[in-house]
């Protein structure tokens, strides 16, 4: 259903809730006030998104992915600040069955944007990690430092840290590899 759509509907009843209190209605009018704030609220938050992030917290990928699936066309079904999410949960998602696939997705949710530091700071850190497995180490320090940036709570410090020190032994290895080829 059209986003403006439900706004219509969550002022309808709305509009209803208050007019049952004004007739004294107190007991059907306030749970209809409950109503159309959900109705509202799916106006920002897309049901179909919230049950996908549900089903990856649980890592339940199938049925995340199923409930993605439900938005066929998410120009028009999201707003505009949820796009850059749909993707970014696309691309993790994807980033489970085949990691070098999900980059595309992890681009396209950083170009339409995203409001929350953590979820930029989480692409970019899934693009570094890319970028290293392409053996691409000035793209993946590059995107380190961005995501470190990004991550102002340290929600991924642990994880920004942990790839780092990846780098390093990616760093080693490459050195030991000349060494042993000049010998």
Avoid at 10 to 17: N, R, S
Avoid at 50 to 66: F, P
Avoid at 126 to 150: D, F, H, P, T, V
């Amino acid at each position: 259903m059209p986003n403006f759509i439900r706004l219509i509907i969550a002022f309808a009843i709305l509009g209803a809730a208050i007019t049952l209190m004004i007739f004294g209605h107190w007991g059907w009018g306030i749970p209809l006030v409950f109503l159309a704030i959900i109705v509202a609220l799916t106006f920002f938050f897309n049901e179909n998104m919230l049950l996908a992030q549900y089903h990856l917290r649980k890592e339940n990928m199938d049925k995340a992915k199923v409930w993605l699936d439900k938005i066929t066309d998410y120009e028009k079904q999201l707003v505009s600040a949820q796009q850059g999410y749909y993707h970014l949960l696309l691309g993790l998602i994807e980033s489970r069955k085949s990691p070098m696939q999900s980059e595309k997705y992890f681009k396209k949710a950083l170009s339409l944007g995203m409001t929350m530091d953590h979820n930029i700071a989480l692409a970019k850190l899934s693009l570094a990690g890319i970028a290293m497995a392409k053996r691409n180490k000035r793209e993946a320090a590059m995107y380190l430092q961005e995501a470190k940036k990004a991550d102002k709570n340290k929600l991924l410090a642990d994880q920004i840290k942990m790839m780092k020190d990846q780098m390093g032994q990616l760093d080693r290895s490459v050195q030991q590899t000349r060494n042993y080829r000049t010998r």
